[in-house]
DNA sequence: ATGTCAACGGCGCGTTGA
C-alpha cells in the first residue's frame, strides 16, 4: 500500500479552511500534517475536513500561537506528544497509521532576529528546542518512523536563494544547522526531500514581504520530511507543491509531499 | 534581506510573533 505524507505550515487552519479544503480535495494525501494552526483544538474546523473523508485528526492546540494537527483519510491513533525546553507550547504531536508507521509533526520555534544566544532569548529557546528533541532521539531510537514538519531551518546551501548573504540570517546560520545535523544524525534520520530531489535549489517557504515572490524567488527550505532508515527505501515522489505558494490568500509556506509504499 | 501577514484584546488599532 502506498501512503502519501504532506506536510504544511498553514499560518492560521481558521483562516485557511478554504485552501486546506482545496489542498485535500485536489491533491488527496492520504495523511496532511499541519503547523502554525493558531487554534485551541476544538476550534479547528473538522467538519469539512471530515466530509472530505479526513475524519481522524491527531492535534494539539493553544490559543493564538503554534498548534500542530495530524489529518488522516486513513485510521491512526495518537502516539502522544512532548513538551519541550519545559514550555507547555503546542510544538509536537504524532501519530501511528494502522500499517505501524509512526508521524511526528513538529513545528520548530522560528527564533528570533539575532543568532546570538546572549541578546536573544528566542534564539536560545530553538537551539534548546533542537537539543532535546536530539537528546530524546538519541535515547528512543524510534523505528517505522516519519518526522515531518516546520523546522525552521533551510540546512543546505541550496535549500536558500543565496547561501553566502543569508548566513547571519536566522534559519541558515551554521550553528542552526549544526544543531539541525545532530537531530539527523540522533535517530539516522534520512532526508527523505533530498534523497528524491538531490540537485539544485529547492524551496518551501517565501516571505510575505517580497513584492513578487515568484519571479524574485528568494526562498528557503524550512519544511522537511525526514524517515528512518527502515523505511527509507519505501520512499518516493517527493515534491513541494508550489502553485498552493500562488492561491487565494495564501500561506507563505508551500506543502511539501512523499510517499510511502508501506 | 525586505517589509507583509495573523491573532489578540476588545471594537480601533497597537503589540507580538513570524
Known amino acids: 500500500m502506498a501512503t502519501t505524507v504532506c506536510t504544511w505550515n498553514i499560518n492560521s ?40 473523508g479526513y475524519k481522524y485528526m491527531v492535534a494539539r492546540g493553544q490559543k493564538g500561537y503554534n498548534g ?6 486513513i485510521p491512526m491513533t495518537d502516539a502522544g506528544h512532548r513538551q519541550f525546553v519545559g514550555k507547555k507550547d503546542a510544538r509536537h504531536c504524532a501519530a501511528t497509521l ?22 536573544n532569548d528566542k534564539f ?20 517505522k518512523s516519519v518526522l515531518v514538519g516546520d523546522l525552521n531551518i533551510a540546512p543546505r546551501e541550496d535549500d536558500v536563494w543565496n547561501h553566502k548573504q543569508l548566513l547571519k ?3 541558515h546560520t551554521p550553528i542552526e ?24 535549489n529547492l524551496y518551501s517557504w517565501w516571505s510575505y514581504r517580497a513584492r513578487d515572490w515568484d519571479a524574485a524567488d528568494k526562498g ?35 506543502p511539501v509531499f512523499a510517499t510511502f509504499d508501506l
Open 220 to 254: 528557503r527550505r524550512l519544511d522537511h520530511v525526514w524517515a528512518t532508515p527502515d523505511i527509507s527505501n519505501a520512499a518516493h515522489s517527493s515534491r513541494v507543491y508550489r502553485d498552493a505558494r500562488g492561491w487565494e490568500k495564501p500561506s507563505d509556506h508551500a
Open 13 to 52: 487552519v481558521r483562516l485557511r479552511e478554504p485552501i486546506v479544503l482545496k489542498l485535500l480535495q485536489e491533491q488527496q494525501p492520504d495523511v496532511l500534517c499541519l503547523q502554525e494552526c493558531k487554534a485551541l483544538v476544538e476550534l479547528i474546523p473538522t467538519q469539512n475536513f471530515a466530509d472530505l
Open 98 to 119: 494502522e500499517n505501524g508507521m509512526t508521524i511526528h509533526n513538529f513545528y520548530v520555534p522560528a527564533g528570533g532576529d539575532i543568532p546570538d544566544v546572549e541578546k
Open 68 to 73: 500542530v494537527a495530524i489529518l488522516s483519510r
Open 124 to 143: 536560545d529557546h530553538k537551539l534548546k528546542f533542537l537539543n532535546e528533541m536530539r537528546d530524546w532521539f538519541h535515547d528512543d531510537s524510534p523505528e
Open 177 to 200: 544547522c549544526e544543531h539541525l545535523a545532530q537531530v539527523q544524525d540522533s535517530a539516522n534520520w534520512v532526508d527523505i526531500t533530498r534523497q528524491d530531489i538531490p540537485d539544485g
Open 169 to 171: 540570517i536566522v534559519s
